[in-house]
C-alpha cells in the first residue's frame, strides 16, 4: 500500500496529538475560577442593610443569603447573583467568603504560582525531551510524551487539595513539553528545507485549535460532568491518539513501506542535509551552547514565548475580572483570540516559504517573517489597553496572538535552519527551556503589575516582541545551516 502525501498524514496526527495537548493544559486554566449567574426576580430576594448581605429564593423554595457584593441589580428589577464555583473553591484553596477583590487577587496569585510549577516541569522536559527525541526517535517520543501527560491529567480529577493538584500538574508539565523539539525534528525528517516553515506553521496552528475547542469543550463538560470527570475525559483524548500514530508511522522517508518513491525523491532530495552522515553523533549541550548563532533561537525564544504563555494563563482571569463574565460567557468569547493565533501561524509559514519559492534567501525569509510578525501585532496592543467591551478586547488579543504566532513559527524554525539530524531536537529543548524561564519571569511579573489594572499587561506583551527580535538579529547573523568548523 502505497500512500501519496504520507508527510502530510504524518504532521495531520502531530497537529491532532498538539489540540489535544492544549485541551489538556487548559483544563486548570477554565475549570479554576468558574462563575455561574444565577438570575431572581425581585420578589425572591431581600437585602439587609445591618449585615449588608442579600437573602435569596430559588425556585425550588432554597433560600441562601450571600454578601452584597456578590448581587447585582439588573435594569428590568431582577438581580443577578454570581455564584462563585471551579476547582479554587472547591478544593477550599481559596476562601470563596473573601470579598470580591481580594478573592481576584488571591485566585490570580495562585494560578500563577501553580503555573510557575508547571512550567518548571516544562522546561526540564524540554531539555530532556530534546536528548530523548534525538535518542530513540520521533515515533517512541511522542508515545511516551502523551501517555505521560495524559495520564496525569487524567490523575487530576483525584486532586485533594493545594499539594496533590501541584504535583498532578508538575507531571503534567513533564510530558506536554515533548511535541514541541518532537515535531521540529519530525519536520526535519519529513519535509524539504522549504517547506519546514510551513510545516511548523500548521503545528503552531493546530496549538491555536486547541485553545479555541479549550474554552467549549471544557466549559461543557465542566458544566455537565464536574471538574473532575472532565480532566479523565480530557486526559484519555491523548492516550487513545497513540493507537493511530503508532500504526501510520512505521518508519522514517527513507524507510517507510507505505511512502511512494515520488514524494521520498522530493523529500531528500530539498534536504541538503539528507547527504550528510546519518550516524553522526548528536551535538552535546556544551558544543550547542558554544555557538553564538544558536542563541537566537534560545535567547528570542525567552523572550517572545513568555507573550503566548500569559495570554493562555490569564485571558479568563482577565475576563471575569474586567467584565464580570460567567463560565458560560467566558466559553462564548475566550475562544476569539485563538482564531487569530491559527491564522498567524499558518500564514507565518506559508509566507516565509512563498519568499523562498520566489528566490528570496533563508536569511531573508526568516527575518521578513519575524518584523511582518511583530508589526501585525502592535495595532492588537494599542487596541487591547483600551478595550472597552469583552468582543472589543478578545477581538484586539486576536490580533496580538496573530503576530506572536506568525513570528513564532519562523523562530521556531531555525533549530532545523541551523542544524540537522539528531542535533536539532537538542537545540529545539534548549530554546524551550529558555522560553520556560521567560515565562516563569514572566508569571512573577503578571500578578504584581496587574494590581493595578490590566493596562500594564497588555504593555508587558507588546515590548517582549522587540527584544526577541533583536536578540536573533544581534546574534543570529545570516540564518543559513551552521558549518561543523563554524567558531562564530
Excluded at 288 to 298: E, G, V
Excluded at 467 to 475: D, I, Q, T
Amino acid at each position: 500500500m502505497k500512500i501519496k502525501g504520507l508527510r502530510w498524514v504524518v504532521l495531520s496526527l502531530i497537529a491532532i496529538v498538539a489540540i489535544i495537548n492544549y485541551l489538556d493544559r487548559g483544563t486548570l486554566n477554565y475549570m479554576w475560577v468558574a462563575n455561574q449567574k444565577i438570575e431572581y426576580k425581585a420578589d425572591k430576594v431581600s437585602y439587609s442593610s445591618e449585615e449588608n448581605t442579600y437573602t435569596l429564593i430559588a425556585e425550588d423554595g432554597a433560600t441562601i443569603t450571600v454578601a452584597a457584593d456578590k448581587v447585582t441589580k439588573n435594569a428590568d428589577g431582577t438581580f443577578t447573583y454570581t455564584n462563585i464555583g471551579g476547582i479554587a473553591r472547591d478544593l477550599g484553596i481559596v476562601d470563596a467568603s473573601m470579598t470580591d477583590a481580594d478573592f481576584k487577587a488571591e485566585a490570580k496569585r495562585i494560578l500563577a504560582n501553580i503555573t510557575i510549577f508547571f512550567m518548571i516541569a516544562y522546561g526540564i522536559s524540554q531539555l530532556v525531551s530534546g536528548k530523548l527525541y534525538d535518542k530513540i526517535g520521533t515515533r517512541k517520543g511522542f508515545v511516551f510524551s502523551a501517555l505521560l501527560w495524559g495520564a496525569a491529567d487524567a490523575f487530576t480529577s483525584l486532586a485533594g487539595g493545594l499539594k496533590s493538584l501541584m504535583g498532578f500538574r508538575f507531571a503534567l508539565g513533564l510530558g506536554e513539553a515533548g511535541p514541541w523539539p518532537g515535531n521540529t525534528k519530525s519536520n526535519a525528517e519529513w519535509f524539504p528545507t522549504k517547506e519546514r516553515a510551513l510545516a511548523q506553521g500548521i503545528f503552531n496552528a493546530a496549538t491555536s485549535v486547541g485553545s479555541i475547542l479549550a474554552p467549549i469543550v471544557i466549559s461543557f463538560l465542566f458544566l455537565a460532568f464536574g471538574w473532575r470527570l472532565t480532566f479523565v475525559v480530557v486526559g484519555c483524548l491523548a492516550i487513545v491518539w497513540i493507537i493511530p500514530w503508532l500504526i501510520i508511522n512505521k518508519k522514517s522517508p527513507k524507510e517507510h513501506p507505505w511512502i511512494t518513491d515520488k514524494e521520498k525523491e522530493y523529500i531528500l532530495s530539498g534536504q541538503p542535509e539528507s547527504n550528510q552522515d546519518t550516524n553522526a553523533k548528536p551535538k552535546t549541550w556544551k558544543e550547542l551552547l558554544s555557538k553564538r548563532k544558536n542563541y537566537a533561537l534560545i535567547v528570542g525564544r525567552f523572550f517572545l514565548d513568555p507573550i503566548w504563555w500569559i495570554f493562555v494563563t490569564f485571558i479568563p482571569m482577565y475576563l471575569i475580572e474586567v467584565f464580570n463574565l460567567d463560565i458560560k460567557e467566558v466559553a462564548l468569547s475566550a475562544w476569539v483570540p485563538y482564531v487569530g493565533a491559527a491564522i498567524g501561524a499558518f500564514s507565518g509559514g506559508w509566507f516565509s516559504g512563498l519568499l523562498m519559492k520566489k528566490g528570496k534567501t533563508l536569511n531573508f525569509a526568516r527575518k521578513t517573517g519575524l518584523v511582518v510578525g511583530a508589526c501585525i501585532a502592535i495595532p492588537g496592543i494599542i487596541g487591547a489597553t483600551m478595550a472597552s467591551t469583552p468582543y472589543l478586547a478578545v477581538t484586539m488579543m486576536a490580533v496580538i496572538l496573530a503576530g506572536y504566532q506568525f513570528t513564532a513559527t519562523n523562530l521556531m524554525t531555525l533549530a532545523s535552519d541551523f542544524h540537522n539530524g539528531k542535533t536539532v531536537g537538542s537545540l529545539a529543548g534548549i530554546g524551550g527551556a529558555s522560553a520556560v524561564l521567560g515565562t516563569i519571569t514572566a508569571m512573577i511579573i503578571i500578578p504584581l503589575i496587574t494590581k493595578v489594572g490590566w493596562m500594564p499587561f497588555f504593555i508587558f506583551a507588546g515590548l517582549l516582541f522587540p527584544l526577541a527580535l533583536v536578540a536573533v538579529f544581534v546574534l543570529g547573523g545570516k540564518i543559513e545551516p551552521i558549518a561543523g568548523n563554524d567558531k562564530k
